[in-house]
């Protein structure tokens, strides 16, 4: 049997502060009501406080992995961060994290693919456990989308939040783990989804604040229409190739962008609600945290063997779906205490 990259554990984290829909009504022109029939959402965690950046949430989540793998830091090969809101534009939020978890024997980077980014950081990862090269990678996704949201926009404001999750991969000859992949990148979709100054383009002015240029933009209707097919498209393309079938698929996991491009997923792969990893509800889009955080809520009522389907859409326009065969069964005790 050749080598697999399998997840054998994980580990999340999200700020105590609730952002209700509520809260939302008192900043922009919208309404519990609305919110929720178009997205999904009910409410999102807000990381607060000076000085917090993304790493803040994606140590707690990878301590956390450490703990329940029963890791030692000096164990860790290599960390890769999927982010698209790094704590600073240098160093990567991967050394930042690195350090302070006491990875010393690890090197790491960031990987940035919008909300693509922990699949293809997955995927990444999994090359360096397939080729023998390591042992141990955690791949880590987080986002602190509240730095980037402007909150007199109500297109984008009631969809994100903050969070971060972290998995850890580890070899595998029983044929679990990560069986297959399709990933897609199309930079056309930059006018549709993307911020428009901070970069090396268009670097922090007085003009660029003032205009409110350091903020998410997206074109709504364009950005959803894609979504719902290039998720759609790589779930069935990865479910078809693997001889997957409705009643062979434990579980789909969406990256959780909003409650109907998820159901149209869904209904393309002829997977019933029951078997839809759904938080969107009470964490809202967290970006790179969306998929690892499913894990986490989920992690008691998955079984060894289980066949899983990831698929994730993000601005760029990225795109992608995994096929991972789940590599334990839920551990005794409380979950993710």
């Known amino acids: 049997m050749k080598l697999t990259a399998a997840i054998t554990g994980v580990g999340a984290y999200v700020p105590d502060y609730v952002l209700t829909n509520q809260e939302l009504e008192t900043l922009v022109d919208t309404n519990d009501e609305w919110i929720q029939s178009r997205t999904g959402i009910k409410e999102r965690r807000i990381l607060k406080g000076e000085n917090q950046g993304t790493s803040v949430m994606a140590i707690k989540a990878v301590q956390r992995l450490l703990e329940k793998t029963g890791t030692r830091p000096e164990e860790v090969d290599l960390l890769i961060c999927a982010t698209t809101t790094p704590d600073l534009v240098f160093p990567a939020t991967a050394n930042i994290i690195s350090a302070a978890v006491g990875l010393t024997k690890a090197f790491g980077f960031d990987i940035q693919a919008a909300c693509s980014g922990f699949l293809f950081s997955l995927a990444t990862g999994a090359q360096f456990i397939q080729s023998g090269t390591y042992k141990k990678v955690i791949v880590v996704g987080g986002d602190k989308m509240s730095s980037i949201i402007d909150y007199t926009d109500r297109a984008t404001c009631i969809i994100f939040g903050d969070g971060a999750g972290a998995v850890m991969l580890e070899p595998n000859s029983e044929g679990y783990g990560l069986l297959d992949q399709e990933l897609h990148a199309d930079g056309n979709g930059e006018p549709y989804l993307h911020q428009k100054a901070g970069g090396s383009r268009r670097p922090p002015s007085a003009e660029t604040v003032a205009n409110r240029e350091h903020y998410a933009y997206q074109e709504g209707s364009t950005v ?90 993000g601005g760029g326009f990225t795109w992608g779906a995994l096929y991972i065969k789940w590599a334990y069964d839920p551990k005794p005790g409380p979950q993710n205490a």
């Open 224 to 313: 959803y229409k894609f979504a719902v097919k290039g998720m759609a498209d790589v779930a069935a393309v990865v479910a078809e190739r693997n001889n997957l079938t409705p009643d062979t698929i434990a579980w789909l996991v969406p990256h959780q962008a909003n409650k109907r491009i998820i159901d149209a997923t869904a209904q393309r792969v002829g997977i019933g609600p029951e078997k839809v990893m759904l938080n969107i509800h009470k964490y809202g889009n967290t970006t790179n945290g969306t998929i690892p955080l499913c894990l986490w809520d989920y992690e008691s009522q998955l079984k060894k063997g289980d066949d899983l389907i990831f698929a994730a859409f």
